[in-house]
């Protein structure tokens, strides 16, 4: 790279254990993720991914280590700044049951807005939150006619679209998915990943996929795999 | 959207069960403040048994025992007070009026009370009620009687009837005045005091039945109704009277006089405070009514907190999304605790309601069988401190649930699997 970009994600000698635990559950010894880069973790049930992913979040703090994202320690933060700074920051898609039943499709991706003033701030800049919300559905395949429909109503992988609309109004830096995929079919799969890297890149925003399926892989620019005996190892692309 | 509508919605959502507890909690404070207002009604429905009446007197006994027969017609005098001892008194200057009560005889199951027309006049009950008669007028002839309206009622008497009085309290073939039946001239308005379950004759009544007995049976002697009335009527005794004074401050110094009187021993009462006094000894009662309904609130509020402990199961994944979203633990807390005050409020609100429903529904039926008018008012001081005790006690509860998921949601973060 010509020009140093600032790193979005920066994990230096990080060590995760229970207390009572006599191994690590993660053990990443160099990680750098910059603005746009997309990254694929792999790994089995069992092998991390879920503590990765609340390390990541702010959730957890590592045992040992420095974790860093956009520069910030996060171990140095208090745990309710830790919140915010996820709130402002971050924007999480789970495996499924993303959304909030009781709420319509439009207010599950506003809900965002409700828990950060930046990303309020941010998705009104031009026109209100609710216009930016319409926009991101519209761009992930999901018309005007279904916003204010109940989500309960809707299929799985129209779920998971306005699951990745809620996590990246208010442009987050970085956006988490969790076995985004796993509950589609190969067809919606593919489908869900073009719109997840389109509006992903027209934010600039980073993207960390946690998967166990290895034929994603390719679609990524680097990969990392997690070991079943939860030992972190990098592999690099 | 804010914390409150967020709560909202989540709790429509999740309507079924919750309906079902804010009915629960509903049930137990109508329990509640429907004991407290039965509580009350009853403690002034009894304390006003009789009002304006400033003295009692009766044969020296106990203030307990005296207010028990000469208002009550529960037990029985221990002594008699001579005509003499009462007209002395009833001829005192400070006194208005006097009421006589002579008792001692029955009607299947229901006191004879032997009295003047004054009694109709004087006698008050209540916030200044006198009596008021449903039909007819008071006695005037020797073998007239007024009855209560609860022995017109069960005994499905009218105007015109005659009735047959039994010597003594207890009902017998051989000890009935059938020889001179009173004729049913007039029936009281329901008061509810024990002047609904008396027959009311005039003293000269009581006299007549009693003019060819001796103690508790007849003498060989047989007088029918029209020779009895050829007797002087006056009776020698009576068992009671009611006194009005023409000044209330003069009440301890007229009881004082009674209390004093030198030809007979005697005992003067103030039934206000001999009732109040009456109403402290009985009072377990209305206690053990309150703390049955204190147990019954805490099962509503148990009830609540299983609701909303076995809700937080199904709420792991609005939780774990919450916190992805940058939510707060003390978020999680405060929605849970916002929930509790939804249910409890409503609880209390439809409470309130569903107890002055029933009220309004049930006063007429109340009235005309207890005589007791309980007219809608607002939420009084005790009501609103056992609410807000409700609501209190309710929110301190949710911080059970509360902290359970405080404590996952730090744990499980944003674990996906539930």
Known sequence: MGRPEPSVVELDQVRFRWPNQVSDIISIDELTLHAGEHL????????????LLNLLAGIHVPSSGALRILGTDIAALAPSRRDQFRADHIGIVFQQFNLLPYLTMLENVTLSCAFSKRKQARASADGGVHDAARRLLNALNLPDDLHRSPVA????????????????IGGPELL?????????????????LELLFQEAEAQDTTLIFVSHDPHLAGRFDRMIELADENQGERVGL | MNLLRLALKSARFRRTSLLLTVVSIAISVTLLLGVDVVRKEAKSSFLNTISQTDLIVGARSGPSNLLLYSVFHT???????????????????????????????????????????????????????????????????????????????????EIGDEIIISHGLVSADFAEHDDKPFT????????????????????????????????????????DAEQALKFDLTPSSITAFMVGLDNRALTFRVQREVNDYAAEPLSAILPGATLAEFWRSISTVEQVLFVLSVFVLIAGLLGMLTTILSTLNERRREIA??????????????????????????????????????????????????????????????????????????????????????????????????
């Open chain 1, 153 to 168: 109503e809707l299929s799985v992988g129209q779920q998971q679209r306005v699951a990745v609309a809620r996590a990246l």
């Open chain 2, 321 to 418: 999304v919450l916190r992805a979203i940058g939510a707060r633990p003390t978020t999680v807390v405060m929605l849970i605790v916002l929930e509790t005050l939804l249910v409890v409020v409503s609880g209390c609100l439809l409470g309130l309601g569903m107890l002055y429903g029933l009220l309004a529904l049930s006063r007429p039926t109340v009235a005309r069988r207890f005589g007791v008018d309980i007219a809608p008012s607002w939420p009084d001081t005790t009501q609103g401190l056992i609410m807000v005790t409700v609501i209190v006690g309710a929110t301190v509860i949710s911080l059970i649930p509360g902290f359970i998921a405080y404590r996952r949601s730090i744990q499980d973060g944003l674990a996906t699997r539930v």
């Open chain 2, 75 to 157: 037990g029985s005098a221990t002594n008699n007070v001579t005509w003499e001892s009462y007209q002395a008194i009833a001829d005192l200057d400070d006194v208005a009026w006097t009421v006589p009560i002579s008792l001692g005889d029955s009607h299947r199951g229901f006191r004879v009370m032997g009295t003047t027309t004054d009694y109709f006049d004087f006698y008050q009950y209540g916030n200044k009620n006198t009596l008021e008669f449903d039909d007819g007028e008071a006695f005037d002839d020797v073998y007239d009687t007024v009855l209560g309206a609860d022995v017109a009622r069960d005994l499905d008497y």
């Open chain 2, 184 to 223: 049913v001239v007039g029936i009281l308005n329901k008061t509810g005091t024990p002047v609904d379950r008396a027959v009311h004759v005039s003293l000269a009544g009581i006299e007549a039945v009693h003019v060819d007995w001796q103690g508790g049976s007849r003498t060989g002697l047989t007088l």
């Open chain 1, 176 to 192: 988490i998915a969790d076995e985004p995929t796993s509950a589609l079919d190969s067809d919606n799969r593919d489908r869900f």
């Open chain 1, 40 to 51: 694929f973790v792999r790994g089995a049930s069992g092998s991390g991914k879920t503590t």
